[in-house]
């Protein structure tokens, strides 16, 4: 950005107003994070603010005598000097910023986790304090307590909890042989007691299911759920 004619300089203090407005809308566009300015915001706000200094420095000096001129242009070239020192050092040390970004944010996280803990001590000690003081243990169940270590066992306990956890025992092949053999029985009593079609009178019990066969149109197999 160009510095501003030196005509406009006197108008009110108009133009330093014009100027930090602009100067605070490039930081609020260019600020990175909370605390943290861009470089050529900063070049720029030092150019501007030197830039002014000499316009009036330029106006006032005429009005001086000559020792007093000498003075003023002697504090204005160290005051600057030093100013332009900083932003030069501060230009060489911008070339490491990134290595300064990465610690800035390691602290940051460490800083979070502290004050995540001392926010759960605070918290547990609130508890201890408010919420569990009426806080206690119920009776211990002694009859429970001695039932198990004596027999090893718990008979007290609901059978609807044993039905749900515990999977029941497998059948074994001499069950189901017998669980077929009585379903093969129900199905034979459904038929004697049932009428059935003519043509649906070619059948065979088996296996608990019954075989029904029309030659040359279709063959179906049935059984029963229960013996009702």
């Given amino acids: 950005m160009s510095p501003y004619p030196l005509e406009t300089m006197n108008q009110g203090g108009g133009l330093m107003m014009e100027q930090q407005q602009h100067n605070q809308q490039q930081l609020t566009g260019q600020q990175q994070q909370p605390g943290h300015i861009s470089l050529s915001v900063l070049i720029d706000m030092i150019v501007q603010r030197t830039y002014h200094e000499l316009t009036i420095l330029a106006e ?10 000498k003075v003023e242009i002697f504090n204005f070239s160290s005051r600057t000097r030093m100013l332009f020192i900083r932003l030069l050092a501060l230009v060489k040390w911008a070339s490491s910023a990134s290595k300064v ?7 940051m996280f460490l800083e979070k986790q502290s004050n995540l803990f001392l ?3 605070d918290q547990l000690a609130r508890m201890a304090r408010e919420t569990l003081v009426r806080a206690t243990l119920p009776n211990f169940h002694l009859p429970a307590a001695a039932e198990i270590l004596t027999t090893g066992g718990y008979t007290r306990l609901p059978r609807c909890i044993k039905e749900r ?3 029941p025992p497998p059948v074994s092949s001499q069950e ?5 053999l009585k379903l ?3 199905i034979e009593q459904r038929l004697v007691t049932s009428p059935l079609p003519l043509r649906m009178r070619n059948l065979k019990v088996a296996d608990g299911t019954v075989t029904f066969t029309v ?3 279709f063959e179906c197999r049935l059984t029963l759920l229960g013996d009702t």
């Fill in 165 to 167: 956890i515990v999977p």
């Fill in 215 to 217: 030659k040359n149109e």
């Fill in 176 to 180: 189901k042989k017998m669980t077929l």
């Fill in 119 to 121: 926010d759960t001590a």
């Fill in 101 to 107: 970004d990465k610690c800035n944010n390691i602290m």
């Fill in 60 to 69: 006032l000096l005429p009005r001086k005598t000559d020792m007093e001129r």
């Fill in 184 to 186: 093969n029985q129900v």
